[in-house]
């Protein structure tokens, strides 16, 4: 088993920028926080639609999340940074993802005028695709039966997916954020067809773990979803090599700090990689975070970490 293929995406900035790039573009839209199961079959079947009639697929998401502008105080830990989350609807069959700065000003575009100066006659869409739940525009105004109403209106495709149900219930960003939150780990994995992952660069820590034997990496994801605090076996990747670890959640209570990080000490491996991305998918959770009683009794622990961790990413 190795970490998920990375794909990487043709990404265009700025709906209003782009103009008639696309030859008959099958558009479809959404944050796609985390490419979940329900996504997937939103761009299976743009991919779908795009090779019957011959055009393009396409792909419009924003960035910050809406939440980020129109409700800071609720904003959700995001499941996908903005490049896993295009690489991840490349993955799934439509390479083109148009990357729009959500800001106040665009918030304010009356739905109509999204759907049929920005969408139609800027972008020149013939088929949009969505989710049932999606909502566009001012106040959120723009909704499954005002695209239909265009879609009469210009003589283009729109069609609805979804809901998509698991163990029947629902799948939403959401619900796979509730099991992340919570270390279920395998229902995640359900929802999300995958093991969950993130992305982020390396930073600077205290470089504790090279003092007790085990240097670990230290990424800057405060924004992104963890899991609960705990131990996690994982799979990385850095420069496109593969490489396995064990990755600790949490606040190093042993040494009473009180910041929350993520730390991955990677197996077989002693390079600099300050500064670079690194990819992160967690496969099994080990143990929930434990107070030890001092610097001995932890690397002890370690030990025993590294040693089941690796049983099972050779399984």
Not at 86 to 115: C, M, S, W, Y
Not at 178 to 204: F, I, N, T
């Amino acid at each position: 088993m190795s970490v998920t293929p990375i794909v990487k995406a043709k990404v265009y900035r700025h709906l209003g920028r782009i103009g008639r790039r696309f030859s008959a573009p099958v558009l479809t839209l959404g944050v796609f926080d985390g490419v979940h199961l329900g996504h997937q079959a939103i761009l299976r079947r743009v991919a779908e639609q795009a090779r019957v009639i011959g055009g393009t697929p396409v792909a419009l998401t924003f960035v910050p999340h809406p939440a980020a502008i129109l409700a800071p105080a609720n904003v959700p830990p995001l499941l996908t940074d903005w490049r896993d989350r295009a690489a991840l609807i490349a993955h799934h069959g439509v390479p083109n993802v148009i990357v729009q700065k959500f800001t106040r000003d665009f918030a304010n575009t009356e739905a109509e005028d999204f759907v049929s100066k920005l969408l139609i006659d800027g972008l020149g869409a013939v088929a949009i695709i969505v989710g049932h739940r999606v909502r566009f525009g001012r106040g959120g105004r723009g909704d499954v039966a005002l695209l239909e109403e265009f879609g009469r209106k210009f003589k283009i495709h729109v069609e609805v997916i979804g809901p998509v149900s698991l163990d029947a219930l629902p799948v939403s960003s959401s619900a796979v954020r509730e099991a992340v939150l919570a270390g279920d780990l395998v229902r995640a994995e359900k929802l999300l067809g995958r093991p969950h992952a993130l992305s982020s660069r390396v930073m600077h820590g205290r470089h504790r773990g090279r003092t007790l034997g085990f240097p670990t990496a230290n990424l800057r994801a405060a924004s992104l979803a963890l899991p609960a605090d705990g131990v996690y076996a994982v799979h990385s990747c850095v420069d496109g090599r593969d490489l396995t670890g064990v990755a600790n959640i949490g606040t190093n209570p042993t040494f009473q700090e009180v910041q929350r990080s993520l730390e991955v000490h990677l197996f077989d491996f002693d390079e600099d990689i300050y500064g670079r991305r690194m990819h992160v998918e967690f496969v099994r959770r080990l143990r929930g975070e434990v107070k030890f009683s001092g610097p001995e009794a932890l690397i002890e622990q370690i030990g025993r970490d590294v040693t089941a961790a690796r049983e099972i990413l050779t399984r």
